[in-house]
């Protein structure tokens, strides 16, 4: 069955960077569109990153553009979201997902404290 498991969350300071992986297995995962989601508590789930099966486009929501980067490893069936500048707000629990086929995993939390 397809597992999908997120690991690289953890507390860092305001401005600081973390780097998120993605590890999947039970599916051919070179075929997927991968995205990045977000639910911070008591908000829904977010958009955050999507990249395509062979890595050629990319797409940010507005409030994370030109502070993250979404990348993949097809090699290492791994999708990465590096997060510099982080804020606050950029407090959630961060999940991955493919698409089509909408698993997921079990999240990592990320904190953005001082």
């Known amino acids: 069955q397809v597992q999908l498991v997120e690991s690289g969350g953890g507390l860092v300071q305001p401005g600081g960077s973390l780097r998120l992986s993605c590890a999947g297995s039970?599916?051919?995962?070179?075929?997927?569109?991968m995205r990045w989601y977000r639910q911070a508590p008591g908000k829904e789930r977010e958009l955050v990153a999507t990249i395509t099966s062979a890595g050629a486009v990319t797409n940010y929501a507005d409030s994370v553009k030109g502070r993250f980067t979404i990348s993949r490893d097809n090699a290492k069936n791994t999708v990465y979201l590096q997060m510099n500048n982080l804020k606050p707000e950029d407090t959630a629990v961060y999940y991955c997902s493919e698409v089509p086929g909408g698993h997921w995993g079990q999240g990592t939390q990320v904190t953005v404290s001082s």
């Open positions: 039970g599916l051919v995962f070179r075929r997927y569109t």
